[in-house]
């Protein structure tokens, strides 16, 4: 186990409605990075979070926007679902901006449906 | 463009066999790093392996090995004998350390391996 840890596993949510996802990254990491996995897809990258502040965005819009706290745990928000948005979203924790230069850790993912 | 092409979707071996995954990358930094994850279907990405583009050293570690070439832009991944535990999704990932990325990784569509009795 890597000691990231995501909730909620699975989740349905009806189109147009808003979710928050949420991240527990490993002990001693000040980033995270959040991912969105289509169906037989790789993960696109959505934003990173170091020390509190949103550090790189992705192609996404503005309707994905994100939290870190203090303990350097993690909130993703989508608000307007759309159907496409239906995919597993996975939290990574890393030491350090250049988060791609070390060993990221993921979590498992939480699986969002949107109906 | 920067970019990680992984051009097996599927492949379908019997235990014991060896088998390579291709990764093809495309960056134009000079610093940057490569990663292979393995997906199960548990869907963590579990980290598997980490090199900078100034080390073209071979690495082996037990049964799976890795062949980067700079000169073809890719980084390979190989199993050997391998086994039915080894069935999963592999991705390879980018990591350009350029000034402008701060925590992209760049991932490629998924190979899934699926190793049968």
């Known amino acids: 186990e890597t000691g990231v840890t995501q909730s909620p596993t699975h989740l349905i949510k009806t189109r147009g409605q808003q979710v928050t996802l949420r991240c527990s990254s490993q002990s001693g990491h000040n980033t995270v990075s959040w991912y969105q996995q289509a169906l037989g897809q790789g993960p696109q990258f959505i934003f990173q979070?170091?020390?509190?502040?949103?550090?790189g965005r992705g192609n996404f819009p503005p309707r994905f926007s994100g939290l870190q706290f203090p303990n350097y745990s993690s909130e993703l928000n989508v608000n307007a679902l759309e159907l496409d948005d239906s995919a597993l979203y996975l939290c990574a924790s890393s030491l350090g901006v250049r988060a791609g230069a070390t060993e990221a850790f993921f979590g498992q993912g939480t699986r969002l449906t949107v109906v | 463009a920067q970019k990680v092409t992984q051009a097996q979707t599927e492949i379908s071996v019997v235990e014991k066999e060896d088998v390579t995954l291709d990764c093809v990358y495309e960056t134009r930094d000079t610093t940057y790093y490569l990663f292979w994850y393995k997906q199960p279907p548990s869907g963590e990405l579990v980290f598997l392996i980490r090199r900078n583009s100034f080390d073209e050293q071979n690495e082996i570690s037990g049964r799976y090995s890795w062949n980067f070439q700079k000169s073809t832009s890719s980084f390979n991944f190989t199993i050997t004998a391998s086994q039915v535990v080894d069935s999963a999704v592999y991705f390879c990932a980018l990591y350009p350390h350029g000034s402008s990325n701060t925590g992209k990784l760049i991932f490629g569509q998924g190979t899934t391996l699926q190793v049968k009795p």
């Open positions: 979070y170091y020390r509190e502040e949103e550090n």
